[in-house]
T-cell receptor, first 113, second 114 residues
Framework: AQSVTQLGSHVSVSEGALVLLRCNYSSSVPPYLFWYVQYPNQGLQLLLKYTSAATLVKGINGFEAEFKKSETSFHLTKPSAHMSDAAEYFCAVRRHGNNRLAFGKGNQVVVIP | DTAVSQTPKYLVTQMGNDKSIKCEQNLGHDTMYWYKQDSKKFLKIMFSYNNKELIINETVPNRFSPKSPDKAHLNLHINSLELGDSAVYFC?????????????FGQGTRLTVV
């Protein structure tokens, strides 16, 4: 079954620095991938999704992700971190067959002033 | 207008009690879900309903019983609560279950069993 892997539960980044969150997928067929953000004490909100239309996907709040089939990756980036980016970030994949949305373990992003 | 709303937001209860969490969506979606987020923030699907019919039932104790009175509502009833049930429960909805379909999440219900 398709799944996603996010390494490193905690990611610290300085304000103004690049945010890079890694997501690798395991799938023998084209995956449908998502990045969600969870702000403290809130539900999940979609940042962006990959649906094979374009390999570079732009999302909300200045985030973008690039689908790289050769690396089976869908890493999330933001050029300049803002204090408001402190949150939990989840990569997810819709599994072919049962179409269930399966989440990675998440990355907690801490922004250092 | 809140798209997916859950009540209550916080729930503290004793072991052995029975409790319910309610969920309503005003997006006109036909599919609703319950997810459980554990203390390590790991999210796992519990149930999914499409047009009021159960389509996903993960390996969840039968103390958990979802009920969907209509397409806009999916409630979760939990019998004989145990300490291990403490978690944040999220309701979500989507239009269909296509591979590129995003899910919209509620704010979550933090359940604490003491």
């Amino acid at each position: 079954a398709q799944s996603v892997t996010q390494l490193g539960s905690h990611v610290s980044v300085s304000e103004g620095a690049l945010v890079l969150l890694r997501c690798n997928y395991s799938s023998s067929v084209p995956p449908y991938l998502f990045w969600y953000v969870q702000y403290p004490n809130q539900g999940l909100q979609l940042l962006l999704k990959y649906t094979s239309a374009a390999t570079l996907v732009k999302g909300i709040n200045g985030f973008e992700a690039e689908f790289k089939k050769s690396e089976t990756s869908f890493h999330l980036t933001k050029p300049s971190a803002h204090m408001s980016d402190a949150a939990e970030y989840f990569c997810a994949v819709r599994r072919h067959g049962n179409n269930r949305l399966a989440f990675g373990k998440g990355n907690q992003v801490v922004v250092i002033p | 207008d809140t798209a997916v709303s859950q009540t209550p937001k916080y729930l503290v209860t004793q072991m052995g009690n029975d409790k319910s969490i309610k969920c309503e969506q005003n997006l006109g979606h036909d599919t609703m879900y319950w997810y459980k987020q554990d203390s390590k923030k790991f999210l796992k699907i519990m149930f999914s309903y499409n047009n009021k019919e159960l389509i996903i039932n993960e390996t969840v104790p039968n103390r958990f019983s979802p009920k969907s009175p209509d397409k806009a509502h999916l409630n979760l009833h939990i019998n004989s609560l145990e300490l291990g049930d403490s978690a944040v429960y999220f309701c979500a909805s989507s239009q269909g279950q296509g591979l590129n379909t995003e899910a919209f999440f509620g704010q979550g219900t933090r359940l604490t069993v003491v």
